[in-house]
Each structure stands twice: as structure tokens, then as C-alpha cells.
């Protein structure tokens, strides 16, 4: 077998740094990280992380841009090329639901910066969230000047879509561990990322339709 190169090496050095440092933040959060455990896992050394990933500061703010960023472009491309609102609403809300079954280390992350305040979400990913809601915004102004929406704040609707995701995603991390439950529940629990983001939108769309 030929020898990597040293481009190959570097890169699959920071992927390692990168995996092992979801791992830990989803587990712990940003506060509970430690640059020894995320080296560890990462097979490396603490100085190896700072020279290839920066101090954590730097890796969390990497890891939420990526995923930010990768789904704010899948959602501006997708959504630009909507029919209408309902169309265009659909596209959102499965281009959320496919990041968390894409990145299941997200929810865990989010839920955890929430709780905590937002206290080390990093600016960049701050403004990538205000396009986001400025793109659902958009849609609900397009939707009630054609007539087809009521008028709703965009800011809750948001606030459903991706806590219902996020909070589901979790539901299914953890439901093996909750005993008793009847099989039907079990099934419904079991729904992948696709038939979750269905029904959500369904019901956003209920509630959001004028009669």
C-alpha cells in the first residue's frame, strides 16, 4: 500500500479533531469540554489540537458554522427555486429535518446552548441564524399577501419547527431506555427524518392555512 501524502495525513488529523470534539460537546456542552478528553479520542496530543484545530473556542465555533452554513446554502438554493409558500415551506422545514439526521451530534449541541443561555454560540453562527429566520419570514409574508396564510409570527413557527426536530431526534436517542412503552409508540418513535419532517410540516401548514 502506498504512504499517504502529508496533505492526506493533515486532513484526516483534523477530521479526527473534528469528530472527537462533536462527540464531546454533545455529550458534555461547551463548558464541560475538555481539550485532554477531545485529544484523547482524537488519538492525538494537546498540542496537535491547537496547531491543527485552534483552542475550543475555535473547534465549537467551527463545527456550528459548518453545519449552519451547509444548510442556510442547501436552504437559499432550494427554496429560491419554490413554487410558492407551501412549497417553499416544505423545503425549509425537510432541509432542517435532513441536517439533524445528517449531523445527529446537532440536537444534542443546540439543546444543551439553549439551556445554557446561548451563552457561547458564536457570532458567526448568530448571523447565520438571522438569515435562516430572515428566509422563514419571507415565506410567511409571501404566503399572506397571496392570501394563503394567516398572519403568524415567524418566530414561534420557527421556534415549533426546530424544537419539534430537535426534541423528536433526542426522543429516539433516548426512548430504549424508557421501559413500558406500548408498540405503537415504539413505531411513531421510530419514524425516520423524511416522515418526521412530513408531518411537521402538515401541521404547520394546518394551522398557518386560511380556511
Do not use: C
Not at 488519538?43 to 449552519?68: P, Q, T, W
Not at 439533524?100 to 454560540?121: C, D, F, Q, W
Request: charged letters at 30%; zero cysteines.
Amino acid at each position: 500500500m502506498a504512504k499517504r501524502s502529508l496533505k492526506e495525513r493533515k486532513a484526516d488529523t483534523i477530521r479526527r479533531i473534528n469528530e472527537a470534539a462533536k462527540e464531546v460537546f454533545a455529550e458534555v456542552g461547551f463548558e464541560g469540554a475538555r481539550i485532554d478528553e477531545i485529544a484523547k479520542r482524537a488519538g492525538v496530543n494537546k498540542a496537535m489540537i491547537y496547531y491543527r484545530g485552534g483552542d475550543k473556542v475555535s473547534l465549537y465555533a467551527g463545527i456550528i458554522h459548518e453545519v449552519f452554513s451547509e444548510t442556510l446554502g442547501r436552504i437559499v438554493k432550494e427554496v429560491g427555486e419554490g413554487k410558492g409558500p407551501e412549497d417553499k415551506l416544505r423545503t425549509y422545514i425537510h432541509n432542517l429535518s435532513m441536517t439533524v439526521e445528517k449531523h445527529p451530534y446537532v440536537p444534542s449541541i443546540m439543546l444543551r446552548e439553549l439551556a445554557s443561555g446561548a451563552t457561547n454560540l458564536p457570532s458567526i453562527a448568530q448571523k447565520d441564524i438571522v438569515r435562516l429566520l430572515g428566509i422563514i419570514t419571507e415565506i410567511f409574508e409571501e404566503g399572506a399577501k397571496r392570501g394563503g396564510f394567516r398572519r403568524a409570527n415567524p418566530l414561534i413557527v420557527h421556534t415549533m419547527i426546530v424544537g419539534g426536530i430537535l426534541l423528536f431526534s433526542r426522543l429516539q436517542s433516548v426512548s430504549p431506555k424508557i421501559g413500558g412503552l406500548p408498540k405503537r409508540t415504539k413505531e411513531l418513535i421510530g419514524t425516520d427524518s423524511k416522515d418526521v419532517a412530513d408531518r411537521v410540516t402538515e401541521l404547520v401548514l394546518r394551522a398557518v392555512r386560511r380556511d
